[in-house]
């Protein structure tokens, strides 16, 4: 990619109508990992008007054979969640206390099943825990944020979080829970300038005017959230561009658990493998791998050793360890990605259960997921934004490099006091 260029990514709402699908899903999944941390959960949903449809594979190893809808309310928990998005004007064709919810589940497959679980089985080579499916994940960093994030879609997400925040004070009644954002950012010698670009459309209620939304968001949203130094005479803002957003949600658009992987991940800047997250238990690698390519992606910019840094790894499903990984710093390392790449394999683990150890995954933590990216946020339960192999990695590194290169890293270290490549404020 050329050092001088615009980058866009978009962000959406609670209300949207995938998300709306992603938090029932994440709920549900919750829900189970509460009742018994060993479930095993693949819960999709679909919402169009005033229907919800649940369908999955779902197994509570402690009820037995016993249906989990006996024990889980999957119709309260789906009402649940669009109370809580704020489904509940009485206008809403898609509201919480209206829809008619169907749930089609099933337990999960057996040939899944002995994959997964750490036993021996017929045909398979080894007793440990296995992927629960074949899959690439990547994980992603970069020193452009405090959060090291991505700078677009961070500002996108922000923008978002301050609708949804302005929305449930009760503050501002003409709000709605669709909507969507979208920043696009100008990069000068690879670096965040500029914001060239805003767009921001938010699900209103009929009586107010276009002229006063356009106002309210660019005054109190965009203006708020958005760094002064960042916006220009010349940055566009593009608020509800039809002009009209009362109908929104799933009256006016099918939603379904997944479509939105790259909003839920770094907005297009790094790469996907084509998992989708929510409704996902941590045995489902799409989801906990993920995680934990983040989390060895943000350790090694955290301890300085690149400013940029994607890792991928890939699995076969029923095998424990990882069939590939690779680091790539893009140019951005104090030293080779060969070596980075040795010093992570040496400081984390990639088989299944010992990222789920590891992150702490077996807990009823993954509605906090859900919005705003499944990445960047300051959650002590979030445990995959923990910095805390930052020393490890650079022990690792050093062990493997020359005198020189590990004078080159040390140097780079003392950077991290705060003297090293300027942030975007939070």
């Known amino acids: 990619m050329s050092k001088n260029f615009i980058f866009s990514s978009e962000s959406v709402g609670e209300g949207h109508p995938d998300k709306v699908c992603d ?7 919750d829900a189970c990992l509460a009742r018994d941390p060993k479930s095993r959960v693949a819960c999709e949903t679909y919402a169009k008007s005033n229907v919800v449809v649940i369908g999955g594979e779902i197994t509570i190893p402690s009820i037995g054979t016993r249906n989990p809808s006996e024990v ?7 009402r649940q969640a669009i109370r809580d998005i704020g489904y509940t004007h009485p206008d809403d064709v898609f509201h919480a206390d209206k829809v008619f919810v169907n749930c089609y589940i099933t337990g999960q497959s057996e040939d899944i099943k002995r994959g997964v679980d750490a036993r021996a089985a017929e045909g398979k080579k080894t007793a440990e825990q296995g992927a629960g499916d074949q899959g690439l994940m990547f994980g992603y960093a970069c020193d452009e944020t405090p959060e090291l994030m991505p700078a677009p879609i961070m500002f996108a997400h922000r923008l978002g979080r301050e609708l949804t925040r302005l929305r449930k004070s009760g503050t501002v009644k003409w709000l709605r829970p669709d909507a969507k954002s979208q920043v696009s950012v100008q990069y000068i010698d690879g670096k965040p300038t500029r914001i060239t670009n805003v767009v921001v459309s938010t699900q209103h209620s009929p009586d107010v005017k276009h002229s006063k939304i356009e106002d309210f968001i660019i005054r109190h949203v965009i203006k708020k959230v958005l760094p002064a130094d960042m916006l220009t005479k010349e940055t566009e803002f593009l608020i509800n561009p039809t002009g009209r957003f009362v109908i929104g949600g799933p009256q006016g658009d099918t939603g379904l658990t997944g479509r939105k992987i790259i909003v839920d991940t770094y907005g297009g800047m790094g790469r996907h493998g084509g998992g989708a997250f929510s409704g996902k238990d941590p045995s489902k690698v799409d989801r906990s791998a993920a995680y934990m ?61 010992d990222i789920i150890k590891q992150l702490d995954l077996l807990r009823p933590i993954f509605a906090k997921t859900t919005n705003y990216g499944h990445f960047g946020k300051d959650d002590p339960d979030i445990t995959w934004e923990k910095t805390d192999k930052v020393e490890a990695l650079r022990r690792a590194v050093n062990r493997s490099t020359s005198p020189v290169a590990a004078s080159t890293l040390k140097r780079a270290a003392s950077l991290a006091n705060g003297r090293g490549r300027t942030q975007i404020a939070a």
């Open 72 to 78: 889980i309310d999957f119709v309260g928990l789906a």
């Open 23 to 29: 938090t029932i899903s994440d709920y549900i999944l």
């Open 293 to 353: 390519g983040r989390y060895v992606a943000k350790n090694i910019v955290a301890a300085k050793l690149a400013s940029r840094c994607e890792i991928q790894f890939a699995y076969a499903i029923g095998h424990p360890h990882p069939v590939s990984v690779c680091v790539d710093t893009f140019g951005t390392g104090v030293v080779s990605d060969e070596v980075i790449t040795r010093a992570v394999r040496e400081v984390f683990s990639f088989k299944p259960a």
